[in-house]
């Protein structure tokens, strides 16, 4: 059985229309997941449901192994997920490890 839960997030169930004020409609995207219906009558009927809506930025996210935060934009570098903020930063430091390496060899 699908049901359509709107604007609500799939994940958390969170609001995320435009007029929400949780600021969740910018990054929003059409999200389908299974769910759970409990039917609480004489004991509690659980129904398999599929749910139709939307996933909100922040059920997106996902914590980078490097600091720690929840990012929207990351690499999966060796099976660790790294933020763009510290992919710059591991550039940088590989590069300048490059440099020391090349004075090294000259
Ligand atoms: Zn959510
Ligand atoms: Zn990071």
Redesign the pocket.
């Known amino acids: 059985m699908e049901i359509d839960i709107g604007d609500l997030?799939t994940?958390?169930?969170?609001d995320?229309s435009f007029g929400s004020g949780e600021l969740?409609f910018a990054n929003r995207i059409p999200s389908g997941a299974d769910g759970t219906l409990v039917l609480h009558g004489g004991g509690d009927i659980n129904i398999l449901v599929v749910l139709n809506g939307y996933?909100?930025v922040?059920?997106q996210s996902i914590e980078c192994d490097e600091c720690g935060n929840k990012v929207l934009d990351y690499n999966i570098d060796d099976g660790r997920i790294i933020c763009s903020d510290c992919g710059d930063e591991i550039k940088v430091e590989s590069e300048y490890f490059d440099e020391v390496k090349r004075q090294w060899e000259e």
Request: overall charge neutral; some cysteine.
């Open positions: 997030c994940h958390c169930g969170r995320t969740l996933m909100c922040e059920c």
